[in-house]
């Protein structure tokens, strides 16, 4: 019963429908593009929510919900479900208590993400049901289904829903909640315990389930078909895909398969017999073109359409129009035109800025990793040179030290992580270090502690009660390192600018591991604001040392009665960090008193 119509964005119209299935326990780690949906999740009462340390933990959470029987969702971005493939592929295998599903916010384009991977492949290489919705008002309506599907087939279901989808926004019909009891747990190792020969019984059981969910797909409400009458051209199309070729008004049939595993394999073969030709149009790899292609039945897709970005409408123009089916383009693809460079960068008063201007000034390499330091691989700094997955900076940076110690390069090297990320998955690497360690390694791990998992919004970590007395979690990390047998561990305020520099310049020269944790909060999640700093352009030699410091606040500019450019702070934007004004040579930068001092004419 519909009760209000509202705008919702994807990951709101995917909450809602978490509540209005009578769903109990959400779980999911941060990651753009679906952080917003646990936050819209927590919102609704009788649920239990939360932000995970990682996207392992969080699918273990929603398993213990679902074997008791109460409807469990788990969301993470796209490579989180790469964290989390361990306990998933086993669990895979069980029949469903409680409905189980698990959001994976896909990224085509790369907008927020370090690749672009498919997830319709992961979902099928895990026997997993695969929903994919491409407006809000199907992100609430499938994420129904997929509970419905779950509980009626014994299936863990996917809803794979993209970047676009997820922050879209549309209108969608509200209805009320219908509760689902949890059935509770009883003890069955045939169903629980995936041990040898148990396992063997449940491949088959896997392979039956998907075929009737294929035999349900047949008519399923989500598959959709709009026949074109005189049309031989089936288009099939699903995700907002489908929505952009709408757009185009084309004079073709059109299939719309919501469930895009397992495809009903019989609507396809009747399809193919009643058209002459079949393209897919989807965005990312071909998997429904494969699909059919694995039945046996004529198509083609990426011939005409990109396996990289999104299909707005204009690539989708392009592609039917380089098909022989459109006789004209009528929509005008943007030319890409040189235009000045805004790259992300830190925000006033981010403690990871002094950390880096260091970093680059003392020319060392730089293992990095995942969080908003990531940023540090862009200019301004560029001092950071590898990035490729959470926590991985660690093992990285021993590996690289092994073959260049056996190889008689005594250079050090410096590994940066954040705190949540020593969380999420660097404990295991500082633990590794220990292994095999020798006089000759020369590591230097600094430890961002920010409190906070900053990128993706200022979601908690593991230290955020260390700056937030609400927080729940205050683990010392310095403890953790030296439980571990990792004795050489100190906290050095980064915003004391000479001393972390003189510390760090110190560590790089010590042979062995060496553990440097970084100590100022996050400045935006934790609203740090102090007195403005200002600069006297009498003093200032106009060097631009504080400008490379490339904080948001601090600019060249004219004075009045002043020849040269000197440089400025905009008093609005300034947090009083104090880093510019240590750098600069000539003490040109001072702080102001409570109440703001004004910018020099």
């Not at 301004?380 to 260049?404: L, Q």
């Amino acid at each position: 019963m519909a009760i209000e119509r509202k705008v919702l964005s994807g990951n709101e119209a995917v909450a809602r429908g978490f509540y209005e299935a009578g769903g109990l326990l959400a779980s999911s780690y941060p990651g753009s593009p679906t952080v917003e949906l646990l936050e819209s999740v927590k919102q609704y009462d009788g649920i239990y929510a939360e932000f995970s340390v990682n996207e392992k933990v969080a699918v273990e959470v929603a398993i213990g919900s679902s074997f008791y029987g109460a409807r469990s969702m788990v969301s993470m971005k796209h490579v989180g479900v790469n964290v989390a493939m361990d306990p998933l592929m086993t669990f895979t295998q069980t029949p469903m208590n409680g409905g189980f599903v698990l959001v994976t916010g896909d990224d085509p384009g790369m907008a927020s993400s370090q690749n672009e991977q498919d997830n319709r492949i992961i979902g099928k290489f895990a026997n997993m049901g695969i929903l994919y919705p491409g407006s809000s008002q199907e992100a609430k309506d499938y994420t129904k289904m997929a509970f419905e599907i779950s509980e009626q087939f014994e299936i863990p279901m996917l809803l794979d829903i993209t970047s676009r989808v997820c922050h879209g926004r549309g209108i969608v019909i509200e209805e009320e909640r219908i509760e689902h009891e949890p059935k509770g747990f009883t003890p069955d190792n045939s169903k629980y315990t995936m041990l040898p020969p148990i396992t063997h019984a449940r491949q088959f059981a896997m392979k039956d389930r998907i075929e009737a969910l294929s035999e349900y797909a047949y008519d399923a409400p989500m598959n959709t078909l709009e026949e074109v009458e005189g049309s031989e051209v089936l288009l099939i199309a699903t995700g907002l895909a489908y929505h952009n070729l709408k757009e185009l008004r084309v004079p073709y049939s059109v299939y719309r398969p919501g469930l895009v595993y397992p495809l009903s394999e019989r609507k396809i073969r009747e399809l193919s017999e009643k058209y002459n030709k079949i393209i897919v149009i989807e965005e990312m790899m071909p998997f429904i073109e494969n699909e059919l292609k694995l039945m046996g039945i004529a198509c083609e897709g990426k011939k005409w359409f990109s396996f990289t970005g999104e299909q707005n409408a204009e690539q989708i123009e392009e592609g039917l129009f380089k098909a022989g089916l459109l006789s004209d383009q009528k929509l005008n693809l943007l030319e890409r035109r040189n235009t000045v460079s805004r790259p992300p960068m830190f925000c006033s008063g981010c403690p990871h800025r002094p950390v880096f201007d260091i970093l680059k000034k003392m020319k060392v390499t730089v293992m990095g990793d995942i969080g908003c330091y990531s940023m540090a691989v862009l200019p301004a700094f560029e001092a950071s040179h590898t990035m490729i997955s959470m926590g991985a900076t660690v093992g990285i940076t021993k590996g690289m030290n092994k073959v260049m110690r056996m190889r008689g390069d005594d250079k050090p090297l410096v590994s940066v992580i954040g705190d949540g990320t020593f969380f999420h998955s660097g404990m295991t690497g500082f633990a590794n270090l220990l292994h095999q360690a020798e006089e000759n390694d020369n590591m230097t791990f600094i430890v961002l502690q920010n409190g906070t998992t900053a990128m993706t919004g200022g979601q908690g970590n593991g230290s955020s009660g260390k700056y937030d007395v609400n927080d729940d979690m205050n683990i010392d990390i310095k403890s953790i390192m030296n439980t571990m047998g990792i004795d050489n561990v100190q906290y050095v305020d980064q915003f004391d600018y000479n001393l972390f520099r003189d510390t760090l310049k110190q560590e790089v020269k010590k042979k062995g591991i060496s553990v440097i944790i970084a100590t100022r909060p996050c400045a935006l999640k934790f609203k740090i604001k102090e007195p403005n700093y200002f600069v006297d352009p009498k003093i200032c030699i106009g060097c631009r040392s504080c400008v490379n410091t490339n904080c948001p606040p601090i600019r060249m500019k004219s004075y009045t009665g002043i020849d040269k450019l000197k440089s400025s702070i905009d008093p609005s934007m300034c947090v009083g960090c104090g880093v510019c004004a240590q750098v600069c040579p000539v003490g040109a930068i001072k702080q102001s008193q409570r109440g703001g001092q004004k910018e020099w004419i």
